[in-house]
């Protein structure tokens, strides 16, 4: 299983940016997917995940600013970050939680990371 995270860049303060990450491979199923964040010596963030259902969760940081989304027929999830601030500069992982067979524990997998970077 692999995913592939795309979509970071150079974005002015207030701007916006949307992020999107593929999940291929052998799956049979999917249950969370979600995004994270890193900044030099921080650790690595929750910023907002989204279950099979569509249940969301966001942190308290970006509430009202970001969507997760996804397309379950596509395997894919995306995040809609609008009003961007300088604080939100980071590398963004997407991670899922993937079933390849019916008898398969779900393993979690991350993406490659994608830069973000809100400067003016």
């Known amino acids: 299983v692999q995913l592939q995270a795309s979509g970071g860049g150079l974005v002015q303060p207030g701007g916006s940016l949307r992020l999107s990450c593929a999940a291929s491979g052998n799956i049979f199923s999917i249950n969370d997917m979600g995004w994270y964040r890193h900044t030099p010596g921080k650790q690595r963030d929750l910023v907002a995940r989204i279950n099979s259902g569509g249940a969301t969760n966001y942190a308290d940081s970006v509430k009202g600013r970001f969507t997760v989304s996804r397309d379950n027929a596509n395997n894919m999830v995306y995040l809609q970050m609008n009003s961007l601030k300088p604080e939100d500069t980071a590398v963004y992982y997407c991670?899922?939680?993937?079933?390849?067979?019916?008898?398969?524990?779900?393993?979690?997998?991350w993406g490659q990371g994608t830069k973000v970077t809100v400067s003016s």
């Open positions: 991670n899922a939680a993937v079933k390849s067979t019916t008898r398969d524990p779900y393993y979690i997998y």
